[in-house]
C-alpha cells in the first residue's frame, strides 16, 4: 500500500519570485525585456572614414530609459547622451547627438553581445554609416 505524503509549500512573495527568476536568467540567452539592454556595454565602431571605441550605457526606470555614449578615435572622447531607445524582444534602436551629428543605431542582442548598424546624419542629411560591435560588461 502506497502512503500519500502531503507538502506544504509556503507562498513565495512576488519580489522572491523575481529575484529567483532574473538570478537564474543572468547572463542567458533567455534574459528578455529591458534587463536584456541594461548595463554598460564596450566595443568597436567602424564606419567608412573612421573606426574607434564606444561605451554605451542603458538604465530604465519607470521614467522610461536613460543613457549616455562616448565614442573614441584619434585621441579625443566625445560623449551624448541617448535621445531615444526602444526594444522588441532582442532587437533595439537608438539615437544618440554626438558632435554635430544624430547617430541611429539599430541592434541585436545575443549571448552577451550587441552588434548591428548605426547612420549619422548631419543637419538631417546622411552622413556615414557603419557598424558596431559591442560587449556587455
Do not use: N
Not at 548631419?122 to 554609416?129: K, N, P, T
Amino acid at each position: 500500500m502506497m502512503r500519500k505524503t502531503r507538502i506544504h509549500l509556503r507562498p513565495i512573495t512576488l519580489a522572491a519570485l523575481l529575484a529567483l527568476t532574473v538570478a537564474g536568467c543572468a547572463g542567458s540567452a533567455r534574459s528578455s525585456g529591458p534587463d536584456l539592454f541594461t548595463g554598460t556595454w564596450s566595443g568597436t565602431f567602424e564606419a567608412s572614414q573612421l573606426g574607434g571605441t564606444m561605451e554605451l550605457t542603458l538604465a530604465f526606470s519607470e521614467e522610461g530609459w536613460t543613457g549616455t555614449m562616448a565614442a573614441g578615435a584619434m585621441g579625443e572622447t566625445i560623449t551624448g547622451d541617448i535621445s531615444s531607445f526602444e526594444f522588441e524582444e532582442s532587437a533595439c534602436t537608438f539615437t544618440t547627438y554626438l558632435q554635430g551629428g544624430d547617430l541611429v543605431f539599430a541592434g541585436t542582442v545575443a549571448e552577451g553581445k550587441m552588434t548591428g548598424t548605426f547612420e549619422v546624419f548631419v543637419e538631417g542629411e546622411y552622413a556615414d554609416g557603419g557598424t558596431f560591435d559591442f560587449t556587455k560588461q
